[in-house]
């Protein structure tokens, strides 16, 4: 029964790879959001969506794609992996309202 | 753009005392939300505490409490009797509605007995 729950919780994978990570909410929340931890641990948005559609689009390289089947699922897809990719990648939901946002237990991805 | 502002890298208590955590924010903004995460070494982000600007009452939650100084822009963390599950990163997050969380760059804690 975790609220926001995201598979895999560690990828490593080759430069130049295409990986996925994937991230269901059963908290009935409309917004979604990818953050992004880097190595200093410094936490930053990425992207978020709103009932299915993309409302904050920050500076993130092309590579990086998002997709909303529906307001309950948040995919990230990443093409051709670099070594400056390697951080933690959270997912995470809010009510509509200001109620903060409730995370997922991130992904630790590695390019090697 | 708004900006939050930690300036307390790491901090160290002993078990059973109380700590303040500081945290600044840059805004224009009149309706916003702050929030105190915790993120112990499992990574887990963890929502502690929430206010909403609109309030002047300073939110609290069993043993953590904040100071918010609206016209200052400040909203410290304080954790009474500090526990050894308490070691974890703190990052301060303000939110405007309808949009991300911006967060600080965190300070680590560390309680030891």
């Known amino acids: 029964d975790t609220a926001v729950s995201q598979t895999p919780k560690y990828l490593v994978t080759q430069m130049g790879n295409d990986k996925s990570i994937k991230c269901e909410q059963n908290l009935g929340h409309d917004t979604m959001y990818w953050y992004k931890q880097d190595s200093k641990k410094f936490l930053k948005i990425m992207f978020s969506?709103?009932?299915?559609?993309?409302?904050i689009n920050e500076t993130v390289p092309n590579r990086f794609s998002p997709k909303s089947p529906d307001k309950a699922h948040l995919n990230l897809h990443i093409n051709s992996l670099e070594l400056g990719d390697s951080a933690v990648y959270f997912c995470a939901s809010s009510p509509n309202r200001g109620g903060g946002a409730f995370f997922g237990q991130g992904t630790r991805l590695t390019v090697v | 753009a708004q900006t939050v502002t930690q300036s307390q890298p790491e901090m160290s208590v002993q078990e059973a005392e109380t700590v303040t955590l500081s945290c600044t924010y840059d805004t224009s903004e009149n309706n916003y939300y702050l929030f105190w995460y915790k993120q112990p070494p499992s990574r887990q982000m963890i929502l502690v505490i929430r206010?909403?600007?609109?309030?002047?009452q300073n939110a609290t939650e069993n043993r953590f409490s904040v100071n918010f100084q609206k016209a200052a822009k400040s909203f410290s963390l304080k954790i009474s009797d500090s526990q050894l599950g308490d070691t974890a990163m703190y990052f301060c997050?303000?939110?405007?509605?309808?949009?991300?969380?911006?967060f600080g760059k965190g300070t680590t804690l560390s309680v030891s007995s």
């Open positions: 997050a303000f939110m405007k509605p309808g949009t991300a969380l911006i």
């Open positions: 206010q909403e600007a609109y309030k002047q």
């Open positions: 969506y709103n009932n299915k559609e993309l409302i």
